[in-house]
């Protein structure tokens, strides 16, 4: 089983729609999760971070941690063009490495 | 921007030839990465550093080699390209150990 694993999608939506990508890890130590969005021929940027569980609101962006049953969230509301990207989540693996997903690929259609 | 230059940002090269590429980064962070992005498998780590000479191995090292002589620069090579290496290259830096890490813009690799 992958550490972490993510609905490669595509994903389609309307602009304004709401956006839910999320992802499952295997080990319930993991207390930080990160999302990052790339942009096509891009490097990956940090989008959001949290810590343990509940919820982080950034914006129009909100991750949330359900750390009972291993699962990571992130919310987009009022879903925008320039929102379309790559959403990579992640969880540190030590002090120098992250667990990627493999990413969910977000269109938003204007 | 992260004050990440990666070069050369786009490569073809035959098997058998030995490839570097080169992270220069201006941000004076003291861990710099190299990781490649394959479809399927994500973003997987090859090499990172802690400090100048300081290296270390990462998930899928084999075939590949590093070297940090300044804190500016991290190079990855390639000592015989096969084309299992064809890949996007992205290096990264973060300033401590655990910190963010913010990534460059990629080098694409093609090896024919």
């Known amino acids: 089983q992958k550490e972490v694993e993510q609905d490669p999608g595509p994903l389609s939506v309307p602009e304004g729609a709401i956006v839910s990508l999320n992802c499952t890890y295997s080990n319930s130590a993991f207390q930080y999760f990160m999302w990052y969005r790339q942009y096509s021929r891009k490097g990956p940027e940090l989008l959001m971070y949290t810590y343990s569980s509940g919820n982080k609101e950034d914006g129009r962006f909100t991750a949330q941690v359900d750390k009972s049953s291993k699962y990571i969230s992130l919310f987009i509301r009022d879903s925008q063009p320039s929102d379309s990207a790559t959403y990579l989540c992640?969880?540190?693996?030590?002090?120098?490495?992250?667990?990627f997903g493999t990413g969910t690929r977000l269109t938003v259609i204007p | 921007d992260a004050g990440i230059t990666q070069s050369p940002r786009h490569k073809v090269t035959e098997t058998g030839t030995p490839v570097t590429l080169r992270c220069h980064q201006t941000?004076?962070?003291?861990?710099m990465y190299w990781y490649r992005q394959d479809p399927g498998h994500g973003l997987r780590l090859i090499h990172y550093?802690?400090?100048?000479?300081?290296?270390d191995k990462g998930e899928v090292s084999d075939g590949y080699s590093v070297s940090r002589s300044k804190t500016e620069d991290f190079l990855l090579t390639l000592e015989s390209a096969t084309s299992s290496q064809t890949s996007v290259y992205f290096c990264?830096?973060?300033?401590?150990?655990?910190?963010?890490?913010?990534f460059g813009e990629g080098s694409w690799l093609t090896v024919v």
């Open positions: 992640a969880i540190p693996r030590g002090a120098n490495n992250l667990f």
């Open positions: 550093s802690y400090g100048v000479k300081d290296t």
């Open positions: 990264a830096i973060s300033w401590t150990e655990g910190n963010t890490i913010y």
């Open positions: 941000e004076n962070h003291r861990y």
